[in-house]
């Protein structure tokens, strides 16, 4: 889900398609909507000198999203390697099984349901795919299954849903937690701080070139958020869509089925921490 507010980084532009890094380019998804901005991100990552590719979040099923995919790919004389999937959402993962299928590779994600072929994905994994080095991230919260990617050679990562390119995401309770959330915002601060990140690739919305800056920026908006929900309750605000009405009064209401559900995980962050 989405805020107003603009994010820290320099947008590259309104056009998602095609934008990325040396190693890192984006297909969109032709399924736009107040969830997931312009479309999915579908990530297509090769080493420049290499003939194998990695794609990241193949998207919905759509036939002509996977094709289109599959064309990037071989445009560059390449083929796809193997699918890797960011977390189960079906905006990222629904079309799996089928670019699969078209495809001949094995899909690796965290939670076993999603995973074709032999091998899963766990923290600390490193995929070596055609000598592209991409590390796996664990970063549960918006779903407990989120991972990301962090790609050294261009000093990026990969985050999925956990940062989006615009605005901010929703923590999906009770599956996502908002202390694992919060977990990995700093996990990813200090991909940005120990290890040189400065580009995020979103699995929605533009690429984003002030990494720390954007990390930054939900940390405040989670605690600003935080407080508000806790203050709401204070003032006897106590079923979750009562607190949605009081603190996202200035958010779309077709968000609001999404806020209710970080609500949710905000006031159970709140009893555990013994705050309400
Ligand atoms: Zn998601």
Redesign the pocket.
């Known amino acids: 889900m989405t805020d107003a507010a603009a994010l820290p980084g320099q947008p590259r532009g309104g056009v998602i398609d095609g934008t990325g890094t040396t190693r890192a380019v984006c297909v969109l998804a032709p399924n736009p909507s107040p969830m997931t901005l312009d479309g999915t991100n579908t990530w297509i990552v090769a080493e420049p000198d290499s003939s194998l590719a990695v794609v990241i979040d193949p998207g919905p099923l759509d036939e002509g999203h996977l094709r289109k995919v599959i064309a990037t790919v071989e445009r560059t004389g390449r083929r796809v390697a193997l699918t890797l999937l960011t977390?189960g959402?079906a905006?990222?993962a629904e079309g799996a099984a089928r670019f699969a299928e078209l495809t001949g590779t094995a899909v690796r994600a965290l939670d076993p349901a999603l995973r074709l072929g032999d091998e899963g994905l766990t923290a600390g994994d490193v995929i070596t795919t055609g000598g592209l080095e991409l590390r796996v991230v664990p970063t549960p919260g918006?779903?407990a299954d989120?991972l990301s990617f962090h790609l050294p050679a261009d000093a990026a990562v990969l985050t999925?849903?956990t940062i989006l390119g615009r605005g901010t995401?929703m923590v999906?309770h009770p599956d996502g937690r908002l202390g694992d959330y919060l977990d990995s915002l700093r996990r990813l601060r200090s991909l940005t701080v120990d290890d040189g990140v400065h580009t995020v690739l979103p699995?929605h919305g533009p690429v984003l070139d002030d990494a720390q800056g954007a990390v930054e920026y939900y940390l405040a908006h989670r605690a600003k958020r935080l407080a508000q929900v806790e203050t709401a309750v204070e003032n006897g605000h106590r079923t979750a869509s009562e607190v949605v009405a009081h603190v996202y009064a200035d958010v779309d209401r077709t968000l609001w089925p999404a806020a209710e559900l970080s609500v949710r995980a905000q006031l159970e962050y709140l009893e555990e921490h013994g705050l309400v």
């Open positions: 977390h959402h905006d990222h918006h779903t989120s999925g849903d995401t999906a699995g």
